[in-house]
């Protein structure tokens, strides 16, 4: 059979299956709320693990002197310094490098990608100058940014439940991973202290928060996805025992391992079956910029397999699982030739495609399919979190400014997923109060953010 014919029907059937209409929306948003309640009340309450950060006081400006942030993320390591003057003068200056993380490192042992980690670290440390200035005397402090669900046992340990975004190193779940890291840089003869170990969520939380009192939100968009907000500590059931002096925490969702009533195709199934974590981080895999990419590639694959779309023959290339990335999905959207001339080179190199103009609009399409899904399931799950606030501390949210603070590679750089974003977020609100709510970019927020909450948790008073 020929051509964009007989493909039609998969097509159709993929926009049918992926549809995000109102209903499933506020499905998605109702089902978040739910959710978190139930992972507050006990542990194991629910898909959502509701992490407690043990961050219960956010920056307020007034924090001063040298810290270093450390962030291990999906993609890039990166480390940063930070020198900060207070209220007057806020950041004086700041530094950072990022190296990718090796292939291989992600396979590997937990005692080498903390040794990575640790020589990165060292390296870096050893071109401090300029602005940057410790009191003698003093340790360098660190806050530790760690992107994977970890059950944090105070504000400096915590022990790595699962890897996700497709890390496999073996030896470290169910340790301390800041005793790991401390270990490596023991071996390295490293003197450095970890003052602080966040979620890059919750990292980007107490960054934005430096600079703007209304942000109650931060949400990760990045390799993976992740979102944390400010609680009440008095609407935690499972928090027993411990106080907070301001009354408030922040919790750390975990909202990738959400399931419910999510628009899933088989698609995503088969591409969930394959992976190493199957039926887990289900959110993840729909939304994040990690998936993405695959799951067109396996769409493009049925209908390079149903008929003679792209050629002939399939290539060899678009079966490789994840060879089309995100970032090409999105270079692909930002085409507006006439001929979509970039569409036809990034299929034919990436995938070796050869495409006329109308597979290239078929697989346009596709991308857009995915995306908008993606984007308006990200929105509706912000506008979860925000019900679920408002319904406990009625004023909270609706009628006053609110900002989410987003971050992450897939958030910063795809337009049409943010605008999908967006627009979930204005239907489900309606438009006055979604005039309140402020979604915004905080640009690595989470570095400076964890580097703040070293110093707000320093131990040196
Ligand atoms: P990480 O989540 O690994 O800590 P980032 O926040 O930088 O790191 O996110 C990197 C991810 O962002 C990539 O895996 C990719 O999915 C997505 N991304 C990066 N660049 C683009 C782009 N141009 N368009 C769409 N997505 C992108």
């Not at 109650?216 to 609680?231: Q, R, S, W």
Request: glycine content about 10%; charged content about 20%; proline content about 3%.
């Amino acid at each position: 059979r020929s051509g964009a014919v007989s493909v039609a029907p998969i097509l159709t059937n993929l926009q049918k299956d992926c549809a995000t209409p109102f209903p499933v929306l506020r499905h998605v948003a109702d089902a978040m709320a739910t959710d978190m309640r139930n992972g507050l009340a006990i542990d194991g309450g629910s898909d959502l693990k509701m992490i407690l950060s043990y961050v219960d006081t956010l920056p307020t400006g007034n924090e001063k002197g040298l810290f270093y942030a450390l962030d291990l993320g999906g993609t890039n390591f990166r480390v940063l310094r930070v020198q900060l003057g207070g209220k007057e003068e806020r950041v004086i200056d700041t530094e950072f490098e990022q190296v990718s993380i090796p292939q291989d490192l992600m396979f590997g042992t937990s005692e080498q990608l903390f040794d990575f980690m640790a020589s990165g670290l060292a390296k870096f440390s050893q071109k401090e100058g300029g602005k940057f200035h410790l009191p003698s005397g003093r340790t360098r402090e660190i806050g530790f940014t760690f992107s994977f669900p970890v059950r944090q046992l105070s504000i400096d340990s915590g022990i790595l439940m699962k890897w996700t975004k497709g890390f496999a190193v073996s030896g470290t779940p169910g340790k301390d991973i800041v005793a790991c890291l401390n270990e490596a840089m023991g071996r390295l003869g490293l003197e450095m202290r970890v003052s602080a170990l966040v979620n890059d969520a919750v990292g980007t939380l107490a960054g934005a928060r430096y600079w703007d009192d209304d942000v109650m939100v931060a949400v990760i968009l990045g390799t993976g996805t992740n979102a944390c907000y400010v609680e009440r500590t008095d609407a935690i059931p499972k928090q027993k025992g411990q106080v907070s002096s301001s009354g408030r925490t922040i919790i750390n969702t975990e909202w990738g391992a959400f399931s419910s009533g999510l628009p899933l195709t088989v698609y995503d199934n088969e591409m969930d079956a394959a992976s190493i974590n199957p039926g887990e981080q289900i959110f993840e895999k729909t939304i994040s910029g990690m998936y993405l990419g695959e799951i067109v590639r396996r769409v493009l694959l049925k209908m390079a397999q149903a008929g003679d779309l792209f050629g002939k023959s399939v290539p060899e290339k678009l079966f490789s699982p994840f060879i089309l990335r995100t970032p090409d999905l999105c270079a692909m959207q930002q085409d507006n030739s006439d001929d979509l001339q970039s569409v036809g080179s990034i299929l034919y190199n990436v995938a070796g495609l050869e495409t006329n103009l109308s597979a290239r609009k078929i697989v346009v399409e596709v991308c857009d399919t995915i995306v908008k899904r993606g984007g308006r399931l990200a929105g509706a799950g912000i506008v979860g979190i925000l019900q679920k606030m408002e319904e406990d501390s009625k004023g909270l949210i609706f009628g006053k400014r609110t900002v989410v603070a987003m971050d992450g590679g897939l958030y910063e750089n795809y337009p049409q997923y943010r605008k999908y974003l967006q627009e979930a977020v204005t239907e489900l609100l309606g438009t006055e109060i979604s005039r309140n709510v402020v979604i915004e970019h905080s640009k690595d927020g989470s570095g400076i953010g964890a580097a703040l909450l070293a110093a707000a948790n320093s131990k040196y008073p």
